[in-house]
């Protein structure tokens, strides 16, 4: 599996469990690369605000410690109930 995936350029996440519905903990979403330059985020289809997060390294999410994170990271705090659309998308203002 994890060869099928990454030669078809996909990632493939280990150790990332379902809660107890089976559903993944989508409160975080971390983008590679434009911390610093993203002024706002908002979603789509209702322009709700999606809040950056300024990791503390002394918190340990479960999986990994946001502090971690590479520098250049940007992380949203995503909000707790999923849109009512079928794709969400987030939009960011540079």
């Not at 809040?51 to 590479?70: M, V, W, Y």
């Not at 940007?74 to 540079?94: H, Y």
């Amino acid at each position: 599996m994890l060869i099928d995936s990454v030669s078809n350029n996909g990632n493939l996440l280990l150790n990332v469990g379902p809660d107890g519905r089976g559903a993944f903990d989508p409160r975080h979403l971390h983008l590679p690369g434009p911390a610093g330059k993203v002024r706002y985020a908002q979603l789509l289809n209702d322009a709700s605000e999606i809040r950056p997060l300024i990791p503390d390294p002394a918190f340990d999410s479960g999986h990994k410690k946001l502090g971690a994170l590479p520098p250049e990271t940007l992380t949203l705090q995503l909000p707790v109930q999923r849109p009512d659309v079928a794709i969400p998308v987030i939009e960011l203002f540079l």
